[in-house]
């Protein structure tokens, strides 16, 4: 199946690439202002990065760290997740590290008279506190609007997508959890201090919480239930670009008393954008609701694809 492609097409696609950029801006800031300055181990590519600082013994600063592993991330991806992957996660690959050592420059050299060094507060005592508030708060809304825009962070969820390509029994989000949970234990025996360590379980909570908020719930799956006219089109799209399949069901306008076809269709977070681009190429005037799924069973979901 071809798409033409339109001006609307054009505009939506450079939305998309300047909301990747922005909610990788966020994510940065949060990350460089926030987290690392106060050592908080909350996982993810951070969280691998200062810890590789204390125990590494080379005087290397803690952006490079974080400049290293993403890119190395990134390739591992390439090579055994496939282009699809490091397609979505190219962009933030790309700005992520610059913009990192950007914000973090801001708080080494104490620019603007030290307004970004939160050591500097004459709150200090509660200095940390806010850090892991409104540092998990901005790492999980920049990572929300980069899933919202079709993009990837990448960081650690390579490591635990390749550890679900090896036994492809286990569920994608426990591996998630499982490698975000084994940095998290880390950071507690090489930065040994246990409130640090607490706060940095607080602040990843809150980052989880927040993205969950962002994309409108907790589930990462999401039901989507389509009214159009153009049904076959919409449902070769989805199998062909989203390798998903659709449930067409006749209904009836209680209204116009018109016969109408309505798809329903399982898709994840990271989809969203894919499936939006399908119904507007094929029908822009199609009705859709899109609501939270508390589980999803079957093929595709908790069964492998055939």
């Known amino acids: ?104 420059n801001l708080v080494e050299n104490q620019s603007f008279g030290g307004l970004f060094v939160l050591q500097n507060s004459a709150y200090n005592e509660i200095a940390v506190l806010l850090a892991a508030v409104f540092g998990g708060a901005l790492v999980g809304a920049g990572c929300a609007i980069t899933f919202v825009a079709g993009g990837s962070t990448g960081g650690v969820d390579v490591l635990a997508f390749l550890i679900c390509k090896m036994f492809q029994r286990v569920k994608s989000s426990y591996v998630i959890f499982g490698v975000d949970a084994a940095i998290v234990i880390c950071g507690v025996f090489i930065i040994n201090d246990l409130v640090l360590s607490m706060l940095g379980i607080c602040s990843a909570l809150i980052c989880a919480a927040v993205i969950d908020r962002v994309f409108l719930g907790s589930s990462s799956a999401y039901v989507a239930q389509i009214i159009s006219n153009n049904c076959e089109e919409i449902s070769r799209g989805v199998i062909e670009k989203l390798d998903r399949t659709t449930t067409i069901v006749d209904a009836k306008g209680a209204y116009s008393g018109e016969a109408k076809k309505l798809i329903i ?30 589980e999803n069973h079957g093929e595709g979901w908790t069964r492998d694809k055939k």
């Not at 979505?88 to 992520?96: A, E, G, I, Q, R």
């Not at 977070?269 to 939006?276: A, C, F, K, N, T």
């Not at 190429?281 to 899109?290: C, L, R, S, W, Y």
Request: glycine share 6%; hydrophobic share 55%; charged share 10%.
């Open 265 to 294: 269709v399982s898709f994840s977070m990271r989809e969203y954008s894919d499936l939006m681009n399908i119904i507007n190429h094929a029908d822009p005037g199609a009705f859709m609701m899109i609501s939270k799924a508390h």
């Open 1 to 104: 199946m071809t798409f033409k492609v339109s001006k609307h097409d054009v505009l939506n696609y450079i939305k998309n690439l300047i909301l990747v950029i922005f909610g990788t801006a966020v994510l940065a800031f949060g990350t460089a202002v926030f987290i690392v300055p106060f050592d908080l181990v909350t996982g993810g590519v951070s969280g691998l990065a200062i810890v590789l600082e204390k125990i590494v013994p080379f005087a290397l600063s803690i952006d490079f760290y974080i400049t290293a592993l993403t890119w190395i991330l990134f390739f591992l991806g390439l090579i055994f997740l496939g282009r699809g992957f490091a397609i979505k996660t190219l962009l933030s690959t790309v700005f992520y590290p610059i913009l990192f050592t950007l914000f973090y």
